[in-house]
């Protein structure tokens, strides 16, 4: 099908008129014109998706498979790579969720950027990580998708780094960007690896279709004694934690934050970060053959759902607390995936792509109106002043902390199920995390939306090690150039409001594609998934074994939910207990630990940075004191061979070139006297010669 | 010597006029300070040369090749005196001398 390249290149085209001539465009034609190109290059590629999804659900559910060859690409030996895109079930469900989600985003974009005299730039950028990321998703072999998985690292970098006159904008952009590339790192050499096997078994590829054949080849194949299935996928899922955010690569999303909010919301919760677990899905039929990497990787998941979700609990930023909630629903996520449960997997990734994308907006929504305040501490109240965002931002807290009907609560009970049926310990972490996040994030909505304003609010910073400080310097970046200083807030404008409208109902909703059997639902998610995840052995007949069971998780997780709630209810809006007490507990010593987020980061400091940075100075060192040496060493000497051959030039070589000279000199000066030019003179020589001769010859 | 001169004419007399000849070639143009002296010197030169090859083809086995070259020598004598005199005149044109003593311009 002609049209699925359209879908990646008119995003390209987008970003390629934007970021050349958009200056110009946005000087004389205006901003809207800026904004109307890219929300309508967006939203023209969300068409096409449509008419790409319509198209394959006309056809038989084994034969959904639409193709479009763009141009041989590598063909070097045993390689022969295409540009190629694919639409099938799978991608296709990512590519409606980013070209959607994405276009609101859009939208929103041009509410949120409204005095920043760079919206050209930002349109640019933002289209072109849509490219990278409809690239990423669409590829139809491993190579094309690296190249957006690295498109979509660059964008993000880009983007984190928007505001790039704050330094510690750009440094954020630079760990973000650092992280990822030790997950890329790890993501090429498990590509290499797979295709160096495969190649090895007169297999060479590394298109997806042919993989998902190929790979029954690698049973029994072994790299240093390791299953070659095992290995390449766990460098692969290396790569997935670091573009996911997964332990122990996580900590560059938090610090993304200081991105502008449309870029947190679109590219560090709803489309990049779910790169991670896109991939697994798209090569499931090879970590279906590593079980060793799907415990890996549901350990990690849950480790990190648990771990990043007791970090959220404390923070004061507002849009630090949705960080830690990405990672920890990414968590989620990868915990379905190491169950072998890919479809409920991607069914959250869509499902979170809305209620996190509506968080984060209407985390914008509010930090547009409180001036760039970020701090939850000086927010409050904003229930009356701001109905629309306060209704929207409500019904997505409602959905993350899974209440029912809402869509994370069919996404994320879906993945407790099946991590029971795998593991109850997996399903412990995860209810407890559920509870976890239903606490912080109801605590959010009660920071920011009911009680007193408190903007202005002086705050005591005595024990907040550098998290606060970081929260500042986020806030301080955009340094306010809106020169309105009044401190009325009130209702954003349509472009912030509608995209908020529009993502809440689709968090209200979405969850009803994936209604379980057990709740009489016919789940059509997993049914539109089943014929890609087919050859994973996803039986989904294993549900109606405990029924009763089911219903009992069910209602264990949403009551653990509404003890979250109520639990932040009392907490921050009775008052009845006081947070004090909490962060008191034990001494005081796990409210730092969450607070200063395990120390996580300064425990990279301390090692991986302070490592390199030691390591480093011990190279300089060696570099200065032998190295140098050896080289200035042998400098002296070459001066010293180089002052005896000059020497030796000089007397011997140069003596003897001049005494040639001499003696042709002089042989010449004696020579000439012979050359007479009188021609009487040459005769007689002539003569005597011949008369010589004649003589000679007669004796 | 007289007495002798009264038998036949042999070779040798032949030999005998052409080498005078040469002398007088070579003493001329040994001597000569004029150019077309020297000319008329080489001209002698050759012409002894001629008497030679004629008096030996014609006392020797040799049949008329001896004869041919003489007839060589006598066009190659006129093509050379052509060519020297007007060499002469050229070196007469230029230097306004034709003194071969004055004409040392290629002296080393």
């Not at chain 1, 000199?665 to 020589?685: F, H, P």
């Amino acid at each position: 099908m002609q049209a699925l390249r359209w879908i990646v290149l008119l995003p390209l085209i987008g970003a390629a008129i934007n970021l050349t001539i958009g200056s110009r465009i946005q000087r004389s034609v205006g901003r809207a014109a800026v904004a109307v190109l890219g929300s309508g290059i967006a939203l023209a590629a969300f068409a096409i998706s449509l008419t790409g999804f319509l198209r394959l659900r006309s056809l038989e559910p084994e034969s959904r498979l639409l193709i479009d060859t763009v141009l041989p690409w590598l063909h070097v030996g045993t390689l022969d790579v295409s540009i190629a895109f694919q639409l099938d079930p799978l991608s296709a469900v990512m590519v409606l969720v980013v070209t959607g989600v994405g276009s609101l985003i859009h939208i929103y974009s041009y509410g949120y950027m409204d005095e920043d005299p760079a919206l050209w730039r930002f349109f640019g950028l933002l289209n072109l990580f849509l490219f990278a990321m409809l690239t990423l998703v669409l590829g139809d072999n491993i190579l094309v998708m690296f190249v957006g998985w690295e498109g979509v690292g660059l964008c993000s970098w880009a983007l984190i780094g928007f505001w790039y006159k704050d330094r510690a904008n750009t440094a954020a952009a630079d760990k973000a960007f650092l992280f990822n590339r030790v997950g890329d790192f790890a993501f090429l050499c498990g590509t290499m690896l797979l295709f160096w096997t495969l190649s090895g078994l007169g297999h060479a590829t590394l298109t997806f279709r042919e993989l998902d054949t190929a790979a029954a080849l690698l049973e029994g194949q072994a790299l240093w004694g390791v299953p070659v299935a095992t290995l390449a996928t766990l460098l692969l899922f290396v790569g997935a934690t670091g573009k996911s955010a997964q332990i122990p690569l996580y900590v560059w999303l938090p610090d993304a934050m200081a991105g502008p909010t449309p870029v947190s919301a679109l590219i560090h919760a709803a489309t990049m970060v779910t790169a991670g677990v896109y991939m697994v899905s798209r090569l499931h039929v090879l970590f279906s053959m590593a079980p060793l990497t799907l415990d890996v990787i549901a350990v990690t998941g849950a480790t990190t759902a648990i771990f990043a979700a007791t970090i959220a609990v404390t923070q004061h930023d507002i849009k630090k607390v949705l960080a830690y909630s990405t990672v920890s629903q990414l968590g989620y996520m990868f915990v379905a995936l190491g169950c072998g449960a890919f479809a409920a997997g991607v069914f959250h990734l869509v499902t979170h792509a809305f209620f996190k994308a509506c968080l984060f907006l209407g985390a914008g929504s509010v930090i547009h109106a409180c001036h760039h305040e970020q701090d939850m501490r000086r927010m409050g109240g904003l229930r009356s002043k701001m109905p629309l965002t306060f209704w929207t931002f409500l019904i997505s807290t409602m959905a993350i902390a899974g209440l029912p009907p809402l869509a994370g609560f069919f996404s994320k009970d879906e993945i407790l199920w099946k991590a029971y049926q795998h593991s109850p310990l997996l399903w412990g972490v995860g209810l407890a995390t559920a509870g976890l996040t239903a606490f912080y994030m109801f605590r959010q909505v009660f920071l920011v939306f009911f009680g007193d304003n408190r903007a202005g609010a002086v705050l005591d910073d005595a024990h907040g090690g550098h998290g606060a400080h970081d929260a500042h310097g986020a806030a301080a970046a955009h340094d306010d150039p809106h020169g309105h200083h009044g401190h009325e807030v009130h209702e954003s404008a349509a472009p912030i409001t509608l995209p908020l409208v529009l993502l809440a109902f689709g968090a209200l909703t979405v969850g009803w594609l994936g209604i379980p059997s057990a709740l009489g639902g016919s789940n059509l998610f997993t049914e539109w998934l089943a014929p890609v995840f087919a050859a994973a052995g996803e039986h989904h007949g294993a549900e109606h074994e405990g029924l009763e069971l089911e219903y009992a998780l069910m209602a264990v997780s949403v009551l653990v939910a509404f003890a979250g709630i109520t639990l932040a209810y009392l907490v921050y809006i009775r008052k009845s207990l006081s947070a004090d007490t909490f962060s008191r507990m034990a001494g005081g010593v796990p409210y730092r630990l969450s607070f200063n987020k395990y120390y996580v980061d300064e425990f990279y400091y301390g090692t991986v940075v302070a490592g390199g940075l030691a390591l480093s100075r011990a190279l300089g060192w060696f570099d200065k004191n032998v190295i140098d040496g050896v080289v200035n060493g042998a400098a002296a000497m070459v001066r010293g061979v180089a002052f005896l051959s000059g020497g030796i030039d000089k007397l011997v070589v140069d003596g003897l070139v001049n005494f040639t000279a001499r003696a042709l000199d002089g042989a010449g000066g004696a020579l000439r006297l012979v050359q007479t030019g009188n021609i009487n003179a040459y005769v007689y020589v002539l003569l005597i010669g011949v008369t010589a001769v004649l003589l000679t010859g007669a004796w | 010597m007289l007495g002798m001169s009264m038998t036949t004419v042999g070779l040798s007399h032949y030999l005998m006029v052409s080498l005078v000849m040469l002398c007088l070639g070579l003493f001329c143009v040994l001597t000569r300070r004029n150019a077309i002296g020297v000319l008329m010197g080489i001209e002698l030169i050759l012409n002894s040369a001629g008497i030679n090859f004629v008096a030996v083809s014609r006392y020797g086995s040799a049949g008329f090749d001896g004869q041919v070259v003489a007839v060589f020598i006598v066009v190659l004598a006129a093509a050379e005196s052509a060519i020297g005199l007007a060499v002469v005149l050229g070196i007469y044109r230029r230097m306004r001398a034709i003194d071969t003593s004055r004409l040392t311009t290629l002296q080393g």
